[in-house]
């Protein structure tokens, strides 16, 4: 019964910044894990970077030092600024929701997706 929003992504020249971000809507009792993944062409999808409730983010090696992932539980939110951009971050970008429904199932969900293209 989530259902998940994106937005921000878009074209941006190499060492640029873009924000993405990710709301959640619909029916349930808590929001667990939020992350982002991506998938290059040709390419496997791979995560980006992870955040627990009241936890510690985790990130991928390639992005660790650039991005930074944070959340508003208050908006079920979650965000991914993401700075000095290259080129092979050019990815669609995915957000995945970890929560719990009112019948105490654990579920997960997907975002649309949303395309950064760094380039010159």
């Known amino acids: 019964q989530v259902q998940l929003v994106e937005s921000g992504g878009g074209l941006v020249q190499p060492g640029g910044s873009l924000r993405l971000s990710c709301a959640a809507s619909?029916?349930?009792?808590?929001?667990?894990?939020m992350g982002w993944y991506r998938q290059a062409p040709a390419k496997q999808r791979e995560l980006v970077a992870h955040?627990?409730?009241?936890?510690?983010?985790n990130y991928a090696d390639s992005v660790k030092g650039r991005f930074t992932i944070f959340r508003d539980n208050a908006k079920n939110t979650v965000y991914l600024q993401m700075n000095s951009l290259k080129p092979e971050d050019t990815a669609d970008y995915y957000c995945?929701?970890?929560?719990?429904?009112?019948?105490?199932?654990?579920?997960?969900?997907w975002g649309q997706g949303t395309l950064v293209t760094v380039s010159s």
């Open positions: 619909g029916s349930f009792r808590r929001i667990y894990t």
């Open positions: 995945k929701v970890d929560y719990a429904d009112y019948i105490y199932r654990n579920l997960e969900v």
């Open positions: 955040i627990p409730f009241g936890g510690l983010a």
